[in-house]
């Protein structure tokens, strides 16, 4: 048996640049800054008696042949590792895994490629679980999103990604204190608004609105770029105040990125003394991010108390494979 685990993702800015529409039309490409947190996706990979296959997750599926899978990333995963028979495989979210936000579907991509590697006697490393991530969910099954989800999951840790016009992706690890880790998760915090939406939908939609958003896209990975100087200096503050100039900017790019009751609640969260947040992912739903220092995590927790908080919490570990059964033998 094998079981990995794969952080989720929280994206300070430059969220949208990391689209081909965008990256592949300037001269510099996009760029994010994000981090990944203390939240997994787990994927058991089990040998079975025979050679069927048990796929278990929100449903369950048992086939006999691995093209006949509805869940196409299982499907692909399999087909990419070579192990297409005789298997168990479950996925676990620690948070509700579709439509949040926090880059689950990449999630699951990398960690079910890293632990069906393994079950096959290979080991790869985080930059290779990234790209094959990309290759299946952008190339192989034509998912109109962004590279940012897949990197951010498999590398672990606080980083500053390029993606180049020609699909090239450089990746700078921050080097970030203990202490600054600490302040991160002391200040920083997710809001479940309760509502989930289609992330391909969303980003399809500005996908095709790139060629009239450029201006505002550039500005955005610009903010990627102070995002990363502002961690790097330690300066928190002006961090999430630059959320807040972020997420008014993505609320232009395409209809439905924000709604009424994300918009209430967003309102809500600044007058009891957030300097700053922003919805993640494509929109419509999913987590808030926001800034305060301390006593606001309080107040808003009083305020909204029907609204699940989670601090920030870094992970700085990959996507790893925390159990192998064949250790034991």
């Given at each position: 048996?094998?079981i990995?685990?794969?952080p989720?993702r929280?994206s300070?800015?430059?969220?949208?640049s990391d689209?081909?529409?965008?990256?592949r039309?300037t001269?510099d490409g996009?760029?994010?800054t994000?981090?990944?947190m203390?939240?997994y996706?787990h994927v058991?990979?089990?040998r079975?008696f025979g050679?069927?296959?048990r796929?278990s997750y929100s449903q369950?599926?048992i086939v006999?042949?691995?093209?006949?899978?509805?869940?196409e990333?299982?499907r692909?995963?399999?087909r990419m590792t070579?192990v297409?028979?005789?298997?168990?495989?479950?996925?676990?979210a620690?948070?509700?895994?579709?439509?949040?936000?926090?880059?689950?579907?990449s999630?699951?991509?990398?960690?079910l490629?890293?632990a069906l590697?393994?079950?096959n006697?290979?080991?790869?490393s985080?930059e290779v679980?990234?790209?094959q991530?990309c290759q299946i969910?952008?190339?192989?099954l034509?998912?109109?999103?962004g590279r940012q989800?897949?990197?951010?999951?498999?590398?672990g840790?606080?980083?500053?990604i390029?993606?180049?016009?020609?699909?090239?992706?450089?990746?700078e690890?921050?080097?970030l204190s203990?202490e600054l880790?600490q302040r991160?998760e002391n200040?920083?915090?997710l809001?479940?608004?309760?509502?989930?939406?289609s992330?391909s939908?969303?980003?399809e939609?500005?996908?095709?609105?790139s060629?009239?958003?450029?201006a505002?896209?550039d500005e955005m990975c610009?903010?990627?770029?102070q995002?990363?100087?502002l961690?790097l200096s330690?300066?928190?503050n002006k961090l999430?105040e630059?959320?807040?100039?972020?997420w008014?900017?993505?609320?232009?790019?395409a209809?439905?990125?924000s709604?009424?009751e994300i918009?209430?609640?967003?309102?809500?969260?600044r007058e009891?003394?957030?300097t700053?947040?922003?919805?993640?992912?494509?929109?419509?739903?999913?987590?808030i991010?926001f800034h305060?220092?301390?006593?606001?995590?309080?107040r808003i927790?009083?305020?909204l108390p029907?609204?699940?908080?989670?601090?920030?919490?870094v992970?700085a570990q990959p996507?790893?494979?925390?159990?192998?059964s064949?250790?034991?033998?």
């Amino acid at each position: 048996m094998m079981i990995s685990r794969t952080p989720l993702r929280v994206s300070f800015c430059g969220g949208g640049s990391d689209l081909p529409a965008y990256y592949r039309n300037t001269a510099d490409g996009g760029c994010v800054t994000s981090l990944s947190m203390a939240a997994y996706i787990h994927v058991t990979v089990n040998r079975r008696f025979g050679d069927d296959i048990r796929l278990s997750y929100s449903q369950t599926e048992i086939v006999d042949d691995f093209e006949d899978l509805q869940h196409e990333l299982v499907r692909e995963a399999m087909r990419m590792t070579g192990v297409t028979k005789g298997v168990e495989i479950t996925t676990i979210a620690d948070i509700p895994s579709r439509g949040t936000g926090l880059g689950s579907s990449s999630a699951v991509t990398v960690g079910l490629l890293n632990a069906l590697h393994r079950f096959n006697g290979n080991e790869v490393s985080p930059e290779v679980l990234a790209a094959q991530a990309c290759q299946i969910e952008i190339d192989i099954l034509g998912q109109p999103i962004g590279r940012q989800d897949q990197y951010a999951s498999a590398l672990g840790g606080v980083n500053h990604i390029r993606f180049l016009p020609d699909d090239g992706v450089v990746v700078e690890p921050l080097d970030l204190s203990q202490e600054l880790l600490q302040r991160i998760e002391n200040e920083f915090t997710l809001l479940y608004t309760g509502m989930t939406r289609s992330a391909s939908m969303m980003l399809e939609e500005q996908s095709v609105n790139s060629p009239e958003n450029m201006a505002q896209l550039d500005e955005m990975c610009e903010q990627a770029r102070q995002a990363r100087g502002l961690l790097l200096s330690g300066d928190l503050n002006k961090l999430g105040e630059l959320l807040h100039e972020g997420w008014m900017l993505k609320k232009e790019l395409a209809s439905g990125i924000s709604v009424p009751e994300i918009d209430s609640l967003y309102q809500t969260i600044r007058e009891h003394g957030a300097t700053g947040g922003k919805l993640l992912g494509a929109g419509g739903g999913g987590f808030i991010l926001f800034h305060g220092e301390e006593g606001v995590r309080e107040r808003i927790a009083q305020a909204l108390p029907d609204n699940k908080l989670l601090p920030v919490v870094v992970e700085a570990q990959p996507s790893r494979v925390i159990f192998d059964s064949s250790d034991l033998e």
